[in-house]
């Protein structure tokens, strides 16, 4: 880390000689009656998330039954048009995200240039360049607001279709530019009602004339949190990025309180944050720690196969020919097969990858295998007759104590197996005799059915 942080600092990527992308440094604290446009400000993150959530679901999904999906380069090409037609007339638009982002994060100094900080000065104004008071916005202010309100919208749309697209994109600085837009929107606001309503009760103890009271970029860093907190439904870990991304430590609270809320409102609508939502539209087989199972099912209600289905499919122990085992390989899709003597006592598990390298890599060396030599998986060869070809032992790539549980253990305790342990597969034995396998995906399934939910919906690649 030291050496890390020492390389970065040479190279100075960012700019501003500093370790942060956004690095802050506000000259003024933020005051506690300041917490209420905080709060409206999670408000709207949480508005934000859970659109942004619904509609990019429902695009991709028609993405997914439409033939638009069957033509990936030719969406991004047509996205990337359309945003480059719109976006550029519109100055804060034209620019990347990242140098949005670090001028919404700017306060104003007495060099800025920035439209944003184009206030009318009072000429007799003789305090320091770093202490300069809350002043009247100009034209260039207000042409600013406009143009952001455009960019607000424009990036509320867009962001919507292009995430999900078939290109590495993210969705951190996306978000995090519509918070900081609509959060320096608002800062603007309350900076200049606190300037021509001083006298207010809301401002008279905190905001004098001549004072600089309120931090239009503080607003805008917390609603990029905000916003971001909407989407992704973090907290402290949010909390914890924003720190370290603007390295402002005072500015906790704040970016606490609108990513609280910004949860607390997203959740309202639903649990899901986007990564959640884009799992289970595409069928990832995820154990989410958070949901709870406390139905009192079986293992063997579970597993497969069931009545009716065709039996397991198994690997003998000393039984089967290479030419036996690449069929089930090439007939089957599994990621792994148990090892049993005479189709009953478990002995182990062989992972499909391992079995396909092993017999590959013994053509390759040319063992003598073909296709009707014996394939066994015990430490010493089985008797067969003097002129039968070359044996191949697979005993290094089996599996000799796969994870099982007996066909009456609880789903309760097989589902906190599966999370706590991360498996794959599960197998399900009676007195060491196979009967079954449990996959994650069978968990998946089942949790569905108990919560009343259509098992049917849940599309498992």
């Known amino acids: 880390a030291l050496v890390a942080a020492f390389t970065l600092r040479s190279i100075n990527p960012f700019g501003n000689s500093r370790l942060v992308l956004f690095y802050v440094e506000y000259h003024t604290p933020w005051y506690m009656a300041e917490l209420f446009p905080f709060i409206l400000l999670g408000v709207f993150g949480g508005l934000w998330g859970t659109l942004f959530i619904r509609c990019n679901i429902a695009w991709c999904r028609r993405r997914k039954t439409t033939r638009l999906g069957k033509y990936p380069v030719l969406e991004v090409i047509t996205v990337t048009a359309i945003t480059a037609i719109i976006a550029y007339p519109n100055p804060y638009t034209r620019r990347s995200t990242s140098e949005l982002i670090s001028e919404l994060f700017n306060d104003c100094g007495a060099l800025e240039s920035s439209q944003l900080c184009d206030y009318i000065n009072d000429p007799n104004m003789t305090r ?26 424009f990036k509320i749309i867009i962001t919507i279709f292009t995430f999900g697209m078939k290109i590495p994109s993210g969705l951190f600085i996306p978000s995090m530019a519509v918070g900081a837009i609509a959060g320096r929107i608002v800062g603007i606001g309350v900076e200049q009602l606190a300037y021509h309503h001083h006298d207010w009760i809301i401002f008279r103890n905190w905001c004098r004339p001549g004072a600089d009271c309120v931090t239009p970029g503080l607003y805008a860093m917390v609603g990029a949190a ?57 069928g990832y087989p995820f154990l989410d720690v958070k949901d709870e199972f406390t139905h009192r099912t079986l293992a063997t209600d579970v597993m497969r196969p069931r009545r009716g289905e065709p039996p397991l499919s198994v690997l003998t122990q000393d039984s089967m020919t290479v030419e036996d085992v690449e069929t089930l390989i090439k007939e089957t899709d599994y990621n792994g097969f148990p090892v049993v003597v005479s189709k009953e006592r478990l002995i182990g598990f062989a992972q499909r990858r391992d079995l396909i390298l092993a017999i590959k890599n013994a053509r390759q060396r040319q063992d003598g295998v073909v296709s009707n030599s014996i394939v066994y998986f015990t430490e010493e060869p089985p008797e067969v007759p003097a002129n039968s070809p070359y044996m191949l032992k697979l005993r290094r790539i089996l599996n000799l104590s796969p994870f099982t549980v007996t066909d009456h253990t609880p789903m309760e305790t097989v589902v906190d197996i599966f999370r706590k342990l991360g498996l794959r597969q599960c197998l399900v034995t009676r007195s060491g005799r196979l009967l079954g396998i449990i996959t994650k995906k069978d968990v998946l399934r089942h949790m569905a059915q108990m919560a009343n939910q259509d098992p049917e919906s849940i599309m498992f690649n």
């Open 226 to 282: 905000a916003c971001l907190g909407g989407v992704t439904r973090m907290t402290v870990s949010l909390v914890v990025i924003m720190f370290e991304l603007t390295g402002g430590l005072e500015y906790i609270v704040p970016l606490m309180a609108a990513a609280v809320t910004s949860k607390w409102v997203a959740d309202a609508f639903g649990k899901e944050g986007i990564y959640e939502a884009h799992i289970h539209l595409n």
């Open 128 to 153: 320091p360049v770093d202490d300069i008071p809350d002043r009247p916005a100009g034209a260039g202010v207000y042409m600013a607001m406009w143009q952001l309100a455009l960019a607000l919208v």
